[in-house]
């Protein structure tokens, strides 16, 4: 028993030495249980977008999983999404130790604006998940802890600035076409000169039918063509009103 419990002894300590303080012993890492483990999460936001070239660069990143979805921004809950939170959550609280990193192609697959960025931040840091960029400026992988909390929140700006940049370029072409006439939508059927000689046919006594006959598309996909009764009778019921 008293083998068993022998304790080593630094040698510059012993009976009738003056104690002193000795430097402290830095903890050990924590043993990893293996590679990081890698969730992949892919997202267009319509039907006629393309997600293989983001599911070919998960695939290249060696993702264990990917969860893919064609669904908008606008749209608050992404299910698939939401499943690759959940499945990263899961394997951290199962194997605290484990590196489990979320990874996507680009930081706008993930949120539309600020406070979406935000929201997912603090769901990464609360978890102990980290995120992983394939593409942009800061491609890389960050701990959400220190550094990278920093870097969520510089990355929440950034996006939302960009949203509010081409919103408001957006609202400042519309301005600039409508100042030209130009107020968008689908070109009228009849210009004003048509509109007039078919106001003058019907308050005659002319039938819509024959009217039709009198008039010509001068414009879009049906340019040389007759207008129909039911567009004649839009355009002259937009003029009296």
Request: net charge neutral; proline share 6%.
């Amino acid at each position: 028993m008293r083998d068993e419990l022998t304790v080593a002894v630094p040698a510059e300590r012993g009976p009738g030495k003056k104690w002193t303080q000795e430097p402290e012993v830095a903890a050990a890492a924590p043993e990893t249980t293996g590679a990081p483990i890698r969730i992949g999460y892919a997202r267009c936001s319509t039907a006629t977008q393309e997600l293989q070239s983001q599911l070919d660069a998960l695939a290249a990143a060696k993702c264990t999983r990917v969860f893919s979805e064609k669904i908008s921004t606008r749209i608050k809950i992404r299910p698939e999404l939401e499943k690759a939170l959940t499945l990263a959550h899961e394997i951290k609280t199962a194997a605290p130790d484990q590196p489990v990193i979320l990874t996507v192609h680009e930081m706008k697959r993930l949120a539309r604006n600020a406070a979406e960025l935000m929201t997912l931040s603090a769901q990464l840091q609360g978890g102990g998940v980290q995120l992983e960029l394939l593409t942009g400026p800061l491609t890389g992988t960050y701990d959400p802890h220190g550094m990278g909390s920093m870097l969520f929140a510089v990355l929440a700006v950034a996006a939302q600035l960009d949203r509010d940049y081409i919103r408001d370029k957006t609202l400042e072409g519309q301005q600039a076409a409508a100042a030209r006439g130009n107020h968008g939508g689908r070109p009228k059927v009849l210009d004003e000169d048509d509109v007039l000689f078919a106001c003058a046919l019907r308050d005659k006594g002319t039938p819509m039918p024959d009217i039709v006959k009198k008039l010509t598309i001068k414009t879009g996909k049906n340019a040389g063509q007759h207008p129909s009764v039911a567009s004649l009778y839009r355009a002259l019921a937009d003029n009296d009103a």
